[in-house]
């Protein structure tokens, strides 16, 4: 045997060699953190997994929840009766236009009140960010009712009073909660405003992160606040405005107590979401199948949403 042979077999074995020592490294490492990750390991697979698994069993089933009861398989009986069932259609199309339409908006607003908040001549910036970040850690349930009284129908309402009684801007009351485009726009304030605060404050430690010498050598070159605006803190910000829509989207898709809360989906299930439908039919109709079946619909829905976005972001370059 050559002395060329040998040193190709030399090199041959060297990256088996390797992949043991990695793999030995490995499990050697996975040995030592096992006791420390072992209780988490235990909560997911509790309370992730199995009822994931779980779920998509269910929605398969014509599923009793009684003990002992049977719950015959009617395979995909529950997913067509969903495109049959107009209150279905509803759903989707107020969970989608939901996401249209607060998305935008709540992005807007955020990065607007914290490009202004980060301002050099803006003082109390602390009190601010406690400021906008109030609604968020605020009970849905308080918010929801403060909402009702805000738009009740009638001159008690607030609004109805300010815009009939005081303003004179509406002939007459308008019932707000009554009317499904009126109690749709009701929905869309409601989630803005309770979440527009998360929005602000991941922009605002954003924002701190962006070296200043870049602001001062645009300024030397002659540049205003607009041109920086565009130029420098857009492109900066680029992978926190990717990860801030993603989750606002996410958010979007599971709208529930603004809809629970103010309308219970009604009038006639045409303010009614995806989220509330499924809640009314597990736990309200007991039709837990079809539940299940819309659950799974739903997060598949998220996941090929979420996933061809993070695909779509890992092709870009920033900078």
């Known amino acids: 045997m050559s002395q060329t042979d040998v040193q190709v077999q030399i090199q041959q074995k060297e990256p088996k060699k390797k992949e043991r020592?990695?793999?030995?490294?490995?499990?050697?490492q996975w040995k030592e953190v096992f006791p420390f990750i072992i209780l988490g390991l235990i909560g997911t697979g509790v309370?992730?997994?199995?009822?994931?698994?779980?779920?998509?069993?269910?929605s398969f089933q014509d599923y009793n929840i009684m003990p002992g009861a049977?719950?015959?398989w009617v395979g995909f009986e529950n997913y067509t009766r969903?495109?049959?069932?107009?209150?279905?259609?509803?759903?989707?199309?107020?969970?989608?236009?939901?996401?249209?339409?607060?998305?935008?908006?709540?992005?807007?607003?955020?990065i607007f009140f914290a490009v202004?908040?980060?301002?050099?001549?803006?003082?109390?910036?602390?009190?601010?960010?406690?400021?906008?970040?109030?609604?968020?850690?605020?009970?849905?349930?308080?918010v929801a009712f403060l909402f009702r009284y805000l738009f009740a129908s009638g001159?008690?309402?607030?609004?109805?009073?300010?815009?009939?009684?005081q303003l004179g801007m509406i002939d007459q009351p308008i019932s707000w909660l009554q009317n499904q485009w009126t109690a749709?726009?009701?929905?869309?304030?409601f989630h803005i405003w309770k979440t527009v605060g998360w929005t602000v404050v991941i922009y605002l430690a954003a924002l701190q992160g962006i070296p200043k010498s870049l602001y001062e050598a645009a300024t030397i070159d002659g540049a205003n606040g607009i041109k920086m605006f565009r130029f420098i803190t857009i492109p900066?910000?680029?992978?926190?405005?990717i990860f801030v829509v993603i989750q606002l989207v996410m958010g979007a898709f599971n709208i529930f107590p603004q809809v629970y809360f103010l309308t219970g989906g009604g009038p006639m299930n045409q303010t009614e979401v995806i989220q509330s439908m499924i809640y009314t039919e597990a736990f309200e109709n007991m039709n837990f199948g079809y539940s299940s079946a819309l659950g799974v619909m739903m997060g598949i829905t998220i996941f090929i949403i979420t996933w061809s976005q993070q695909k779509k972001i890992g092709k870009q370059k920033f900078y």
Request: glycine share 4%.
């Open 21 to 28: 020592i990695n793999l030995k490294k490995g499990l050697q």
């Open 47 to 58: 309370f992730v997994i199995y009822p994931l698994f779980k779920g998509i069993i269910m």
């Open 70 to 72: 049977e719950s015959p």
């Open 82 to 110: 969903a495109f049959e069932d107009q209150k279905f259609g509803y759903a989707v199309r107020n969970t989608f236009l939901n996401t249209i339409v607060t998305v935008p908006i709540n992005w807007f607003l955020g």
């Open 116 to 142: 202004l908040i980060n301002l050099q001549f803006i003082k109390y910036k602390i009190t601010f960010r406690t400021f906008y970040y109030l609604p968020i850690i605020t009970s849905w349930i308080v």
């Open 155 to 165: 001159e008690s309402g607030f609004i109805n009073y300010v815009l009939y009684t």
């Open 184 to 189: 749709m726009f009701v929905i869309w304030l």
């Open 236 to 241: 900066m910000l680029a992978p926190i405005t």
